[in-house]
């Protein structure tokens, strides 16, 4: 039976900056135009917090069932390591999409009735990801799959259920984070290379190569400061996400020396860090201004 903490890092607390950071942003748009509200943001950082939990143990469910999580280089997997059993591990997922759905729900009651069909879509997407016969994951359309949950329906649904409306703010600023949680799944599937391609998972990393995956982590990194110049044009406070920009350099340095396996895992932890910090000032910044 895994323990207190091996199931805490079996939840990937690492990959918890990709449901933080769209909730901030949005809630920073949302306050650009005089429409946030606290309790809403708070309910929308649950609903995020609980799906990015629950795919990750869906995940650890469905690669360890197939066996592609038997030679993994990064972090502990549960069913893989023969921790905790499969039928455990699905449980915590479906418990994790429950509570979810329940929290989405009290928003689309308080806001819009289809927003329950979006968060139906994000729970399906977050179980076929590696769920399934066919798992979209398996076929490089992971990092897709991140800009369009975490990126435009999180941060354009985070501003609409406070705003009630969406507008070009929010969209630049949904390009930025959806590009920073791509570029942590583009770390983590760089690491991963060697044993994806031998277990059969075609994740992007695997089909661009070790070379193009690296310029594709550079490029997803500069894309948030491109964004914050462009924001200049709702406040001059969007500069400030450039404090963001050193944390950025160091996430992409492994990356960009060539690093390999464990060595890797700095650039998947600094990524996060450098969404997180651009995420905060941003959204401090659309709040003042």
Same mark, same amino acid.
């Given at each position: &039976?895994?323990?207190?903490?091996?199931?805490?890092?079996?939840?990937?607390?690492?990959?918890?900056?990709?449901?933080?950071?769209?909730?901030?942003?949005?809630?920073?748009?949302?306050?650009?135009?005089?429409?946030?509200?606290?309790?809403?943001?708070?309910?929308?950082?649950?609903?995020?917090?609980?799906?990015?939990?629950?795919?990750?143990?869906?995940?650890?469910?469905?690669?360890?069932?197939?066996?592609?999580?038997?030679?993994?280089?990064?972090?502990?997997?549960?069913?893989?390591?023969?921790?905790?059993?499969?039928?455990?591990?699905?449980?915590?997922?479906?418990?994790?999409?429950?509570?979810?759905?329940?929290?989405?729900?009290?928003?689309?009651?308080?806001?819009?009735?289809?927003?329950?069909?979006?968060?139906?879509?994000?729970?399906?997407?977050?179980?076929?990801?590696?769920?399934?016969?066919?798992?979209?994951?398996?076929?490089?359309?992971?990092?897709?799959?991140?800009?369009?949950?975490?990126?435009?329906?999180?941060?354009?649904?985070?501003?609409?259920?406070?705003?009630?409306?969406?507008?070009?703010?929010?969209?630049?600023?949904?390009?930025?984070?959806?590009?920073?949680?791509?570029?942590?799944?583009?770390?983590?599937?760089?690491?991963?290379?060697?044993?994806?391609?031998?277990?059969?998972?075609?994740?992007?990393?695997?089909?661009?190569?070790?070379?193009?995956?690296?310029?594709?982590?550079?490029?997803?990194?500069?894309?948030?400061?491109?964004?914050?110049?462009?924001?200049?044009?709702?406040?001059?406070?969007?500069?400030?996400?450039?404090?963001?920009?050193?944390?950025?350099?160091?996430?992409?340095?492994?990356?960009?020396?060539?690093?390999?396996? &464990?060595?890797?895992?700095?650039?998947?932890?600094?990524?996060?860090?450098? &969404?997180?910090?651009?995420?905060?000032?941003? &959204?401090?910044?659309?709040?003042?201004?």
């Amino acid at each position: &039976m895994a323990s207190t903490a091996q199931w805490i890092e079996g939840a990937r607390p690492r990959t918890l900056p990709n449901a933080i950071a769209p909730v901030l942003v949005g809630t920073g748009a949302a306050a650009s135009l005089d429409g946030a509200v606290v309790w809403k943001a708070l309910v929308a950082l649950l609903v995020s917090l609980a799906l990015i939990i629950g795919v990750n143990f869906a995940n650890d469910y469905s690669d360890g069932i197939r066996g592609t999580d038997d030679e993994r280089v990064g972090p502990l997997r549960l069913v893989g390591s023969g921790v905790a059993s499969p039928r455990a591990v699905k449980f915590a997922a479906v418990g994790c999409f429950a509570v979810a759905a329940v929290a989405g729900l009290v928003l689309s009651l308080a806001s819009a009735w289809w927003l329950i069909l979006v968060g139906a879509f994000c729970i399906v997407g977050a179980w076929y990801y590696t769920g399934g016969k066919n798992p979209y994951g398996y076929s490089g359309f992971g990092e897709i799959s991140v800009f369009v949950y975490f990126g435009l329906i999180a941060v354009l649904g985070t501003q609409f259920v406070q705003a009630e409306r969406i507008d070009w703010v929010g969209v630049v600023a949904a390009v930025a984070v959806g590009a920073f949680s791509s570029a942590v799944l583009v770390a983590n599937n760089l690491r991963d290379i060697d044993t994806d391609a031998v277990s059969g998972k075609r994740t992007l990393a695997v089909r661009l190569g070790d070379r193009w995956t690296r310029v594709l982590h550079l490029v997803l990194l500069a894309v948030p400061f491109v964004v914050s110049v462009v924001l200049v044009v709702r406040t001059p406070w969007a500069l400030v996400g450039l404090v963001a920009l050193p944390f950025a350099v160091r996430a992409n340095t492994p990356v960009r020396s060539g690093s390999l396996g &464990m060595a890797l895992i700095p650039a998947l932890r600094d990524t996060g860090l450098a &969404m997180l910090a651009w995420s905060l000032a941003t &959204m401090l910044a659309l709040t003042l201004g």
